[in-house]
């Protein structure tokens, strides 16, 4: 693990390994839980997360995945199916050339390292979310989400609020952590 990240690829690995850390800890009770995400349980929101991992990766290998984004991904073992899906996507971004490409998303082309950047804040905000609801909030990478936070907030940010993506800011507490502060931003309610 890379104690510095510092290209999107490098961060793209931190929050991999990251949520990998937070998912290695979630029992199949917690899967039942209440997402941040309105409307999903937390199975829905991993089942998303595995999905996208392994959708991108195909995208990246030129493969087909096999299956639609929100088809069930975890079957009997999400561990395993987390497990499985950062490594291809792991080794899927460190092939040469990943961000000289083109990578469809649900909404059209996109140039390899917007792409990187949309699939990052995936990676690292459903961990996130995940890692808060089941009281991992230790495992969070701080640093992580405030490099994030401080790229969003670089960004005209406003054709990524609307619904089935992110909603409005919210108000973050007060003496809020940097993990708090990107979820208020994305318009998770924190209360």
């Given at each position: 693990?890379?104690?510095?990240?510092?290209?999107?690829?490098?961060?793209?690995?931190?929050?991999?390994?990251?949520?990998?850390?937070?998912?290695?800890?979630?029992?199949?009770a917690d899967l039942?839980?209440?997402?941040?995400?309105?409307?999903?349980?937390?199975?829905?929101?991993?089942?998303?997360?595995?999905?996208?991992?392994?959708?991108?990766?195909?995208?990246?290998?030129?493969?087909?995945?096999?299956?639609?984004?929100?088809?069930?991904?975890?079957?009997?073992?999400?561990?395993?199916?987390?497990?499985?899906?950062a490594d291809l996507?792991?080794?899927?971004?460190?092939?040469?050339?990943?961000?000289?490409?083109?990578?469809?998303?649900?909404?059209?082309?996109?140039?390899?390292?917007?792409?990187?950047?949309?699939?990052?804040?995936?990676?690292?905000?459903?961990?996130?979310?995940?890692?808060?609801?089941?009281?991992?909030?230790?495992?969070?990478?701080?640093?992580?989400?405030?490099?994030?936070?401080?790229?969003?907030?670089?960004?005209?940010?406003?054709?990524?609020?609307?619904?089935?993506?992110?909603?409005?800011?919210?108000?973050?507490?007060?003496?809020?952590?940097?993990?708090?502060?990107?979820?208020?931003?994305?318009?998770?309610?924190?209360?």
């Amino acid at each position: 693990m890379n104690p510095n990240p510092t290209t999107v690829i490098d961060r793209i690995d931190a929050a991999l390994d990251m949520t990998g850390a937070v998912v290695g800890g979630i029992t199949d009770a917690d899967l039942h839980r209440p997402s941040l995400c309105p409307g999903w349980d937390l199975r829905t929101e991993l089942n998303h997360l595995v999905g996208g991992l392994r959708i991108f990766a195909a995208e990246l290998t030129g493969i087909d995945a096999g299956r639609d984004h929100h088809d069930d991904w975890l079957e009997a073992d999400h561990r395993a199916a987390f497990a499985t899906a950062a490594d291809l996507d792991r080794a899927a971004w460190h092939r040469p050339g990943a961000l000289d490409t083109t990578i469809r998303l649900g909404f059209g082309p996109v140039p390899a390292p917007m792409a990187a950047l949309i699939h990052l804040t995936e990676i690292l905000v459903h961990g996130t979310d995940i890692a808060v609801v089941t009281g991992r909030q230790h495992l969070i990478d701080e640093d992580l989400c405030q490099q994030l936070l401080t790229t969003m907030r670089s960004m005209d940010f406003s054709a990524f609020r609307r619904p089935g993506m992110f909603a409005d800011e919210q108000p973050a507490p007060e003496n809020a952590s940097n993990h708090q502060r990107l979820l208020a931003f994305l318009g998770r309610h924190l209360d």
